[in-house]
């Protein structure tokens, strides 16, 4: 019902920035929309939310100062700006998607969420 595709990922040095976009189509309309990053042997790990009417964001306390979450509701795309990026940034990012308007407590939860995309690899080195 719903694809997820992320783009955007790459290699950069310690302090530089990158710009992540996750494309989504299909029948079913999606009210929630985040970003999560999984590096290997970890758990993923929960980095931005946006609810898509009203455009209201949320991010983790890890990120916040550094990552803007923000939608193009004509493109059905949401990005993910991430600027001053650090070695343990490295990650692998996915995109992904509710058919509900989660709350607070439950929105950095993945396994609350519907659709994920493929993911994106971030490669930050020093």
């Known amino acids: 019902q719903v694809q997820l595709v992320e783009s955007g990922g790459g290699l950069v040095q310690a302090g530089g920035s990158l710009r992540l976009s996750c494309a989504a189509s299909?029948?079913?309309?999606?009210?929630?929309m985040g970003w999560f990053r999984q590096a290997p042997g970890k758990e993923r790990e929960f980095v931005a939310v946006?609810?898509?009417?009203?455009?209201?964001?949320y991010g983790s306390d890890s990120v916040n100062d550094r990552f803007t979450i923000s939608r193009d509701s004509a493109k059905n795309t949401v990005y993910l700006q991430m600027d001053k990026l650090r070695p343990e940034d490295t990650s692998v990012y996915y995109c992904?998607?509710?058919?509900?308007?989660?709350?607070?407590?439950?929105?950095?939860?993945?396994?609350?969420?519907?659709?994920w995309g493929q993911g994106t690899q971030v490669t930050v080195s020093s």
């Open positions: 299909g029948r079913t309309f999606i009210y929630t």
């Open positions: 946006i609810r898509w009417s009203g455009g209201k964001t």
């Open positions: 992904a998607a509710s058919v509900t308007v989660l709350s607070i407590s439950t929105m950095r939860e993945a396994s609350k969420y519907d659709y």
